[in-house]
């Protein structure tokens, strides 16, 4: 199976349908319902949501996914019985072999129920017609990419005894996103040398996106989020608020970091932890919905609107 324990649950549905290709004289019977075995709509929606939801006992690499809606409907016509299934839940992972599983189990159904009137049918046409949901449907396009600036906030690491590891992390993550990264910087837990080098990064040099790692903790040298908060015109504390229950999730000390988030200008100034694990699993939690408020910082609003 493939790891979708970075993930994060949104929205998804999918869509799939296919056909059960039949002699008229069948298909009629299905619409009066004097199939010998009887109703074969009824129990084709019921064996189709079933193995909507047992779907990962016969998928290998299908992940067990706790549906919220499964729902089959069905079209009789002259040539071919016609179902299209759909699938949502709140969860990591896409629905659409859920969809497409429940599909092909409705038409297997059917198939047996009307093999005994007919020897002549052939399933087919089964394919997805629709899938939402997951970060590809929050994808922001920018006409060029953010100027983006990573500083890396640690006395030992400013002074060399300690390598630096959550900044590289960062930088890694951002290589697949649509940034720039112009600046990397050390500096020390200063609380003046910090808001000084943070306001040059938005007033002077116009970045778009400053991100920090360290100085997040009650360690009386962790100053980051003092030396932040004064400079933020807006504060945006559902960032942080996802960044701590994203990490809540996976450890219980998330709880103890103070990160801070908001704009100075149009520039987008995040807090993130020190450690590597921390710097990680906030870049899986904040992108690519974060790069929503850019739009709105240029006047966009909430449509794609372009720098």
């Known amino acids: 199976m493939i790891n979708v324990s970075h993930k994060s649950n949104t929205l998804r549905r999918a869509r799939a349908e296919g056909a059960l290709h039949a002699a008229p004289e069948t298909l009629a019977r299905v619409k009066q319902g004097t199939v010998p075995k009887g109703d074969v709509l009824a129990t084709a929606r019921a064996a189709g949501i079933a193995a909507a939801k047992r779907c990962s006992d016969w998928v290998v690499f299908s992940h067990p996914i706790p549906l919220d809606w499964v729902d089959l409907?069905?079209?009789?016509?002259?040539?071919?019985?016609?179902?299209?299934?759909?699938?949502?839940?709140?969860?990591?992972?896409?629905?659409?072999?859920?969809?497409?599983?429940?599909?092909?189990?409705?038409?297997?159904?059917?198939?047996?129920?009307?093999?005994?009137?007919?020897?002549?049918?052939?399933?087919?046409?089964?394919?997805?017609?629709?899938?939402?949901?997951?970060?590809?449907?929050?994808t922001q396009m920018f006409d060029k990419p953010l100027k983006t600036a990573v500083l890396v906030i640690s006395d030992s690491t400013f002074k060399g005894t300690r390598k630096d590891k959550s900044g590289r992390v960062i930088q890694e993550f951002l290589e697949d996103q649509p940034v720039s990264v112009e600046t990397y910087?050390?500096?020390?837990?200063?609380?003046?040398?910090?808001?000084e080098r943070l306001t040059t990064l938005a007033k002077e040099e116009e970045y778009d996106l400053i991100l920090t790692t360290g100085g997040t903790g009650f360690g009386p040298r962790d100053l980051t989020p003092q030396a932040t908060e004064p400079l933020l015109e807006k504060q945006a504390p559902g960032i942080m608020e996802k960044l701590r229950d994203y990490g809540s999730q996976r450890t219980p000390y998330a709880m103890l970091s103070r990160e801070i988030a908001g704009t100075l200008g149009t520039t987008l100034i995040i807090n993130l932890p020190g450690s590597s694990n921390g710097a990680r699993e906030s870049m899986q939690a904040l992108f690519p919905g974060v790069l929503h408020i850019f739009p709105m910082l240029w006047g966009g609003g909430h449509g794609k609107g372009k720098k």
């Not at 910087?185 to 808001?195: A, F, H």
Request: hydrophobic share 40%; net charge negative.
């Open 185 to 195: 910087e050390i500096l020390p837990d200063d609380q003046e040398k910090i808001r």
């Open 73 to 138: 409907e069905f079209t009789v016509t002259e040539k071919e019985l016609q179902v299209t299934a759909e699938v949502e839940t709140v969860w990591k992972t896409g629905v659409e072999i859920e969809a497409i599983t429940a599909v092909s189990a409705a038409l297997l159904n059917a198939y047996d129920m009307l093999k005994p009137l007919d020897q002549s049918m052939v399933m087919g046409d089964i394919k997805v017609v629709e899938k939402r949901g997951g970060k590809s449907q929050f």
